[in-house]
């Protein structure tokens, strides 16, 4: 490598033309006395023809230690109708000798799970089925799966159902992977410890029967934490499923109801994703990449995937939950969830998110419509569009246009709008919608009171994974306000 000696005042250094790089040596020095290995003044010159070692320039600290950098992470996506017939021969490219099949005891008599069965048999794979996955996982739930996975010891998982079977299925994945972590160890804090997983999981093939929770793209797996009465979660790139199979033909047999509360999950994660924190004002900057949280912000890419999502919910979910035989409106909101999943996943959700977790987990008597469950349950869907109105007038302080594009897409006409009421337009917006597809009038409507308010902030409290990524900061207070603003929507 040729350098060029250059002197400017008392300082002097070697050029590299061909690296365009600089290196600097203080003091008075010409080209004659620089030669391999000597000083100039007292510094020993440390250009790569004369020196072996590697002076690293200083990094520039990051303003307010926010972060710098975001990153995406989905799992492989197929899609087409009755592409779930494949699933035998993706296990059998896998080397598969020992398969779980997850699902519910009513997705187990219903055609999605003999599709898979189906393939299973054709393909000669063997497998054991776990049935008991409860709709809406509590703690103790997911601790059945667990064990029935560490006992199993699978080489390959294959969840069929919602987003309780396909987290289920995460979570039994993860610790019979690492069989002797505690639970609690990546159960996200302040709740659990929060591990980072470090531990390499089986391969697991997701199949969403409804369109809602996206479930088949993000490495997070959501429960009823029973003893705080709250919902929680892990949340890992590591645990997201390796492939998605998304067929169009399992969402035929999905109830009106269940369309719904899922398609309003699919509503919430693009419109949270989309005015979420921007990821360079969240803070703390991890020290190391493995720390940088699956839930990181809005980002430029994730904001295609939420609005792109909002565009067809804003077309197809009121076709798809009035008429059970409009193939083109299921079909397309089977991929809006996946699309709003490939978003939020990577960006994360806030406030309407945050406050749903003790809206669930605090039912009461509330049982659903078209639900066959034995037990009190709020869908999650549902339990996070009831605060939507409310949520979105409050964070619309922030990024007001962000708001107000998303009311002209769910059909707002905003040509004399003023973006100072980008909140209140939006609020009303969402009112609308939901008041046009029979949604119940607020939070009293399912069960609860004023009386409730303390208890459902504080469950929300804990929530900080995804209440720190609202736009705008809350207090007790605020949260308080939104709760009870929540109570009648219309």
Known sequence: MSCVWLLVGSRGGLYSPSRGNWWCVEGVGSPESLQAGCFVGTVRCRCPSHSHTYSQVPERPTLGNTDYAFEMAISNIRYGEGVTKEIGMDLQNLGAKRVCLMTDKNLSQLPPVNAVLNSLAKYGINFQMYDNVRVEPTDQSFLDAITFAKKGEFDAYVAVGGGSVMDTCKAANLYSSSPMSDFLDYVNAPIGKGKPVTVPLKPLIA????????????????????????????????????????????????????????????????????????????????????????????????????????????????????????????????????????????????????????????????????????????????????????????????????????????????????????????????????????????????????????????????????????????????????????????
Request: hydrophobic residues 40%; glycine residues 6%; proline residues 7%.
């Open 207 to 490: 199949v969403p029967t409804t369109s809602g929770t996206g479930s088949e793209t993000t490495g997070v797996a959501i429960f009823d934490f029973k003893e705080l009465k709250v919902k929680t979660g892990i949340a890992s790139r590591a645990i997201k499923p390796t492939l998605g199979i998304i067929d169009p033909l399992h969402t035929l047999s999905m109830p009106e109801r269940i369309v719904a509360n899922s398609g309003f999950d699919v509503l919430c994660h693009a419109l949270e994703s989309y005015t979420a924190l921007p990821y360079n004002m969240r803070s703390p900057c991890p020290s190391n990449p493995v720390n940088r949280p699956a839930y990181q912000g809005s980002n430029p890419i994730s904001d295609v995937w939420a609005l792109h999502a909002l565009h067809i919910v804003a077309k197809y979910l009121k076709r798809a939950i009035r008429n059970p035989e409009d193939r083109e409106a299921r079909a397309n909101m089977h991929l809006a969830s996946a699309f709003a999943g490939i978003g939020f996943g990577n960006a994360g959700v806030h406030l309407c998110h945050g406050m749903s977790y003790p809206i669930s987990g605090l039912v009461k008597t509330y049982k659903p419509k078209d639900y066959n469950v034995d037990h009190s349950l709020v869908p999650h869907g549902l339990s996070v569009v009831l605060t939507s109105p409310a949520v979105f007038a409050f964070t619309a302080q922030m990024h007001p246009e962000r708001h107000l594009e998303a009311a002209e897409i769910l059909g707002a006409d905003i040509r004399t709008a003023r973006i100072k009421d980008a909140g209140l337009i939006l609020a009303d917006t969402l009112r609308k919608f939901l008041f046009d597809l029979n949604v119940d009038d607020g939070l009293a409507a399912i069960g609860y009171s004023k009386a409730d308010i303390p208890a459902l902030v504080k469950g929300t409290l804990p929530q900080e994974r995804v209440t720190k990524l609202s736009p705008r900061p809350q207090t007790e207070e605020d949260l308080s306000a939104l709760f009870e603003a929540s109570m009648k929507l219309y």
